[in-house]
């Protein structure tokens, strides 16, 4: 079967670094997503990663190793806004997107 | 950015009532569009696809017949939830793909069935 992990939920300080993971077994691979989600409402396109390596975008950035079946998302200088829950996707080989059930990330100050 | 417009954002409907969810791509043309389900504190539960043009396909276990989508343009899909129950109560999120990297997702609508 498709799986995604990720922890259900982390805390961190503000102005401090977090490293979200997430793994996957999936039937193909065409790339993997971070969403953020706040509660409430829907989610928001933050990276995409489909070769290895990193992306940076501002403070956050996103790793994928495909060999691994592997992902980080960082997140840099932690600010309150930032409390949200973090979804992890893949697009398998049909080009459907599999979700993990998400990080909820808390920010404490 | 693309832009996905989703209305209403919120519906309260008594129990055996439908309820129509709408679906608009803003700046671009969609000839897909996903339906998600999500309830709280879980992830989103991937409910049907929408083809313009042809008939939604549907995930294993959704019924058909309870969720009735339509995509009649480039532009616009819905979905209705025909004689909703409380165990319907939950929020409902479409998302249309631009290109194959990135998903716009609409502002989703919370449904209440009383």
């Known amino acids: 079967g498709q799986n995604i992990d990720q922890p259900t939920e982390m805390t961190a300080t503000e102005g401090a670094i977090v490293q979200i993971n997430c793994t996957y077994q999936t039937s193909g691979f065409n790339g993997l997503f971070w969403y953020q989600q706040h509660a409430g409402e829907a989610p928001t396109f933050l990276s995409y990663?489909?070769l290895d390596g990193l992306e940076e975008k501002g403070r956050f950035s996103s790793f994928l190793s495909r060999s691994k079946g592997y992902s980080y998302l960082l997140l840099k200088e932690l600010q309150m806004k930032d409390s949200a829950s973090y979804l992890c996707?893949?697009?398998?080989?049909?080009?459907?997107?599999?979700w993990g059930a998400g990080t909820k990330l808390i920010i404490k100050p | 950015g693309a832009v996905v417009s989703q209305h209403p954002s919120w519906v309260i409907c008594k129990s055996g009532t439908s309820v129509k969810i709408e679906c608009r791509s803003l700046?671009?043309?969609?000839?897909?569009m996903f339906w998600y389900r999500q309830f709280p504190k879980q992830s989103l539960m991937l409910m049907a696809t929408?083809?313009?043009?042809?008939?939604?396909?549907?995930e294993q276990g959704v019924e058909k017949d309870k969720f009735l989508i339509n995509h009649a343009s480039l532009t616009l899909s819905t979905l209705t939830v025909t004689s909703a129950h409380p165990e319907d109560s939950s929020f409902y999120i479409c998302s249309a793909p631009l290109g194959d990297t990135e998903a716009f997702f609409g502002q989703g609508t919370r449904l209440t069935v009383v």
């Open positions: 929408s083809n313009e043009g042809s008939k939604a396909t549907y």
């Open positions: 700046d671009f043309q969609a000839t897909t």
């Open positions: 996707a893949v697009k398998d080989s049909n080009y459907q997107l599999i």
């Open positions: 990663n489909v």
